[in-house]
């Protein structure tokens, strides 16, 4: 039979107007688990958005608690690191671990399964159940947008929307991407946001403009930002939304309030 445990709760303050406080949830399923880390503004206890957040390749946060605080791996990702631009008295973010299970591999293929779209419903029920969440959100980057587009897929009734960043298009050797996906299975609208000088090769923004188009869903362009480091398909490139992450995230947050298509960013 499965069963849900909730984790330690850990916070701490950052320097911004409101206190951040993070908080990691763990649903316990069979002989695994699978956690979120959940941030929310300090005192805000009843939330009209989830913003479910799946990071890029691996996927693999390890989340754990050490020494009173939370720990996890790929700070750096862009979904990851800017989650704070969400924040608001009514939206808190729930960033998704890889079941524990997975933790040494985490493939395409598995998250195209049955069980990970339990899992994912899994461990976001559980957070519903510390804060009063209206509806979620399911928001993807690079690898990350396979994991978000097959968990909505699997679980219309709680995906009410679903964005797609820097999308993988093209096979890797983790999988197929999104090109075999079928969008008539997804209900929830979609959109789609990419950097036109994403330097990855399977993330390129001709193939945005071309599953824009097969999916019949908005793209929002982006342009600008930098400087880049690191490699072409690594957090810290145009296809990380580097030195525009503040403009990208509030635009999504602009959808997903009003949900009016907002202008493309940048020059």
């Known amino acids: 039979m499965r069963c849900a445990v909730l984790a330690l709760a850990v916070s701490f303050v950052l320097p911004h107007a409101h206190a951040q406080v993070d908080q990691i949830v763990t649903a316990k399923l069979e002989r695994y688990s699978i956690a979120a880390l959940v941030t929310r503004q300090e005192g805000a206890k009843s939330f009209k958005q989830g913003i479910a957040i799946f990071p890029g390749h691996p996927g693999i946060l390890k989340l754990r608690e050490e020494n009173g605080q939370a720990q996890y791996d790929q700070r750096g990702n862009f979904l990851v690191r800017s989650r704070r631009h969400w924040l608001d008295d009514e939206t808190l973010v729930a960033v998704l671990d890889a079941p524990s299970d997975q933790w040494a591999t985490f493939h395409q293929d598995f998250r195209a399964t049955p069980r990970y779209g339990t899992d994912i419903a899994a461990?976001?029920?559980?957070v519903s159940k510390l804060h009063a969440v209206g509806e979620w959100i399911f928001v993807g980057t690079s690898e990350g947008s396979v994991s978000a587009f097959q968990a909505a897929r699997m679980n219309p009734s709680l995906a009410k929307r679903v964005i797609l960043t820097s999308s993988v298009f093209e096979p890797t050797n983790n999988g197929p991407g999104l090109s075999g996906a079928n969008f008539d299975q997804l209900s929830a609208p979609l959109l789609w946001v990419h950097h036109t000088d994403d330097p990855c090769q399977y993330t390129r923004y001709r193939d945005a403009k071309r599953f824009a188009e097969r999916s019949m869903s908005p793209l929002v362009s982006v342009r600008g930002g930098g400087p880049e480091?690191?490699?072409?398909?690594?957090a810290f490139s145009?296809?990380?939304?580097?030195?525009?992450?503040?403009?990208?995230?509030?635009?999504?947050?602009?959808?997903v309030k009003t949900g009016a298509v907002p202008p493309d960013v940048g020059r």
């Open 123 to 126: 461990v976001l029920g559980e």
């Open 238 to 255: 145009h296809h990380g939304y580097v030195g525009v992450e503040r403009e990208v995230v509030l635009a999504l947050r602009s959808w």
């Open 229 to 234: 480091k690191g490699g072409a398909c690594q």
